[in-house]
């Protein structure tokens, strides 16, 4: 991408360096598998059973995998690893949420969060262990950027909550949502990669990727043969103030956004998601659910309006509008034909709500408290 923002370009993100000199398998595709593997298996059917293994059965260790003989496990544990990151801390929330963060292998941290409802659980995984791209309402800006993910550690974030789940492999369906640090369409080649081994354990419908709007990376998704779910953060119904809350904008305008989800192929009866974030007295206006409204047109899109998370670090301007300004916002969007819902705060209490993940123990690079003058 030749007109990314500036602090993507400046080298920060690279691949992990790794002191184990083992090769990782983890986040290969099988036929990859069967390639890394070579002649450390005897028949190819070996890979077959070491995927089943760990994608369905949620093993990480070749030890524990029985249906190999012992000699070949103790040569696969010598030669590969399978690199699941080492969980540092895990907060529970009141609410059944829980909180990871991981050490990955170079000490860089990354947090997930496991949200369960209804019979089922949404994971949000991180795609980069920290993010450039500043937005004004979300913590993991505040702490600068990080560097990009390899697939094998998207996918350990998925597996290393699943062992911690009842039952090794998850007592229950997974939604997977791209919400967690990063901007998972600066890191495309690793979340393809990732996405091809995870939709063994859940069905491209169920993953959403979220984007603040990186127009090439919107095409290229839309060029994949399988695509998740798509969803962009909007947060503002004009480019004035979309360039205050994200510099994003000012490299990919909502014009440009727009043209882009406008030729965004979708399934039958699928949408794109458009979030949303209420802030008080920035975004909350009437009026301005009628601009965004406007602005929407006939997109096939579903709005989720997200009352923003105030944190200690994003200073006294992000607060979220109240109650009865938040449903009369969703009321007008549904006067105007669309699909609007308000996402309930899941893990505020443990800071794993949206915009509030973050990578301790890093210098923060400082917030342009200046840029937030409304
Ligand atoms: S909202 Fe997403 S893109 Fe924006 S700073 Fe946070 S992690 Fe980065």
């Given amino acids: 991408m030749t007109d990314a923002p500036a602090a993507h370009q400046e080298g920060a993100l690279g691949e992990s360096p790794r002191e184990d000199e083992r090769s990782e398998i983890l986040g290969l595709t099988r036929a990859k598998l069967v390639e890394t593997l070579g002649e450390t298996i005897d028949r190819p059917f070996r890979a077959d059973q ?19 003989g012992k000699d070949l496990r103790e040569s696969l544990g010598r030669k590969f690893r399978i690199g699941v990151p080492a969980e540092a801390d895990r907060h529970p929330s009141a609410d059944g949420t829980v909180k990871y963060l991981f050490r990955l292998a ?3 941290t990354i947090e997930a969060v496991d949200i369960p409802d209804r019979g089922r659980r949404t994971l949000c995984i991180s795609s980069q262990a920290g993010c450039a791209l ?13 560097r990009n993910l390899t697939p094998a550690e998207i996918v350990g974030q998925v597996l290393a909550i699943r062992r911690r789940q009842e039952g090794g492999s998850g007592p229950e369906p997974l939604n997977l949502v791209f919400m967690g640090m990063g901007e998972p369409l600066q890191n495309l080649e690793a979340l393809h990669a990732s996405l091809r081994v995870l939709t063994e354990l859940v069905s491209w419908r169920r993953i959403t990727v979220s984007t603040v709007g990186i127009v090439p990376g919107i095409r290229k998704l839309a060029s994949w043969e399988k695509r998740p779910n798509l969803a962009v953060s909007l947060h503002a119904p004009d480019d004035a103030r979309r360039d205050l809350i994200m510099p994003v904008n000012r490299t990919y305008p909502l014009a440009d956004l727009l043209a882009a989800l406008e030729e965004y192929p979708l399934e039958r009866r699928r949408r794109i998601t458009i979030e949303y974030l209420l802030i008080r007295d920035f975004n909350d206006a009437p009026s301005d659910a009628e ?7 006939d997109l096939p899109v579903k709005i989720n309006l997200i009352p923003v998370n105030p944190d200690p670090v994003l200073g006294e301007r992000m607060v ?27 893990g505020d209490d443990v800071s794993a709500a949206c915009g509030q993940l973050r990578a301790p123990g890093r210098e923060p690079r400082g917030f342009r408290q200046g840029a937030l003058s409304w």
Avoid: H, N
Wanted: include cysteine.
């Fill in 50 to 68: 070491i995927y089943e293994a760990i994608y369905r059965q949620g093993k990480t260790d070749f030890e524990e995998m029985t249906t190999l």
């Fill in 106 to 108: 170079d000490g860089a």
């Fill in 134 to 146: 500043a937005c004004a309402f979300c913590v993991t800006g505040y702490w600068g950027a990080g």
């Fill in 291 to 297: 601009a965004l409204a406007r602005l929407l047109g």
């Fill in 320 to 346: 979220p509008p109240p109650d009865d300004r938040v449903d009369a916002f969703a009321e007008r969007l549904r006067r105007r034909s669309y699909v609007a819902t308000v996402r309930r705060r899941r």
